[in-house]
């Protein structure tokens, strides 16, 4: 039986696979592991912007309460704000309904502790298992003892204040176009950079339950490289639907992704004194060129496995401040326990007011090597056997001695589908993704049927 618990909490098909019975069971769970030593446990509830909110949010908020605890609802904010509220006020556990960038039909639940992390293997085992009947013994409440939904009215203005403490000077002057995802950040983002003095010119913020992330946001900003261009802004801003991650244009109408926005932000961090162990923690997946421009600003790059999770477990592990993805999600530990698109968007923003500089000339500071990303299809069992393959293991040798130090190859199997994932940099781009092609058709020759 798979594990209900992802990489990313509990995600599937609204109603489907994410059904609302799940939702209840979740809410019961959840309430019951994380905030059973506690008289009235207060579990923060959030949601996107996606149509089935509604729905998944009634029946979460009804689990919580069956236990006894209170359901302190938040509607509609950014995960961040759920991981940093929680702690804000004092509560036992926060919990989102979203499903990030990914589109309508689908949600998820994201838990977080009474800090704002992320729950570790242990409890979501422990939720998992009495939702799947364990016989563990829950208590049902009657009478004055059942739990009562509580609407935060302050939520908003509490989160926006947060967001504006992070940053010490005022961005008059700037012309930023906004993509909200037609998701969380609708309603934040436009009165956040407006208030702190900046010219906004606001896209895709307006949702209407059935348009988040439809090509728009950090995983489509195509629309908004062209809109930088059209109206002549200096910068424009890309949020996912749930807020956790960003996307920069800049003032050419050039791409800046998660990578080249940490390295501008280590540098900057370093030379202020701020950037712990002189040290920011990415995934392999990171591009090549982000740890040759840190190597020669002499600032250390720790890689961890794909995933948020992995890159946070181990700047807490170790003592970093600054970490992330390529993706956009990038987590500032001084400030929030997770990914914040606008909370990166500021730091961002205040290099380029600091620095007075463009965002063209500060992302100079790192190169990016070309990339090739492709699929290889094969058998659930070639999934597992690919590393064994001693002629597999022999294309990719002779690949990474042609490549030497100005390139590499990465191959991991999806942890969901029958794919193995190739990934090639060089200096090249035909000749990489001619290199990643043929490897893939091997892969394919190899591993695509039972053996």
């Not at 009215?153 to 989160?159: C, I, P, V």
Request: net charge negative.
């Amino acid at each position: 039986m798979a594990r209900l618990f992802g990489t990313d909490g509990v995600r599937g098909v609204a109603n489907q696979d994410l059904s609302c019975e799940l939702a209840f069971q979740l809410g019961r769970a959840a309430a019951w592991v994380l905030a059973s030593q506690t008289h009235k446990p207060g579990i923060l509830v959030g949601r996107d912007t996606r149509i089935s909110g509604d729905m998944l949010e009634s029946a979460l908020v009804a689990g919580i309460c069956s236990v006894g605890a209170r359901a302190q609802v938040v509607g509609v904010v950014p995960t961040p704000a759920v991981a940093y509220l929680t702690r804000y006020y004092a509560l036992d556990a926060g919990i989102m309904i979203s499903a990030s960038h990914n589109t309508v039909e689908y949600n998820g639940i994201k838990i977080f502790d009474r800090d704002g992390y992320k729950l570790p293997d242990a409890l979501e085992d422990h939720i998992e298992a009495i939702i799947r009947g364990s016989g563990e013994e829950i208590e049902q409440p009657t009478g004055i003892s059942v739990g009562r939904r509580i609407r935060m009215r302050n939520a908003r203005r509490d989160y926006l204040d947060f967001l504006r403490s992070t940053l010490p000077q005022r961005l008059d002057g700037l012309r930023i176009v906004l993509d909200c995802a037609n998701g969380s950040a609708s309603d934040y983002a436009p009165e956040l950079f407006t208030s702190l003095g900046a010219t906004v010119l606001p896209y895709f913020c307006t949702p209407d339950g059935t348009d988040i992330n439809d090509h728009c946001g950090s995983t489509h900003p195509e629309r908004l490289q062209q809109l930088v261009a059209e109206q002549g802004a200096d910068v424009g801003l890309a949020f996912d639907g749930d807020a956790d991650r960003l996307i920069a244009v800049d003032d050419r109408g050039q791409l800046v992704d998660g990578d080249q926005l940490m390295t501008m932000c280590a540098l900057d961090m370093r030379e202020r004194g701020l950037l712990k162990q002189d040290t920011v923690v990415s995934t392999v997946m990171s591009n090549l060129g982000m740890k040759l421009a840190l190597d020669k600003l002499g600032i250390r790059n720790a890689r961890t496995a794909v995933g948020d999770r992995y890159v946070l477990e181990h700047m807490r592990e170790h003592g970093f401040n600054l970490g992330g993805e390529q993706s956009g999600h990038i987590i500032f530990l001084d400030y929030n326990t997770t990914g914040d698109g606008m909370l990166s968007a500021l730091q961002l923003l205040g290099i380029m007011a600091r620095k007075k500089q463009s965002l063209s000339r500060l992302a100079q500071v790192m190169r990016v090597l070309p990339q090739v990303l492709l699929n290889a299809r094969v058998s659930p069992e070639g999934r597992r056997k690919y590393q064994a393959d001693e002629e597999i293991a022999r294309a990719v040798k002779a690949l990474e001695d042609e490549l030497g130090a100005s390139g590499r190859v990465l191959i991991r199997p999806s942890g969901t589908e029958p794919l193995i994932r190739v990934m090639i940099e060089g200096p090249d781009q035909a000749q990489i993704e001619k290199q990643a092609y043929d490897l893939v058709q091997l892969i394919e020759q190899r591993c695509a049927d039972e053996k």
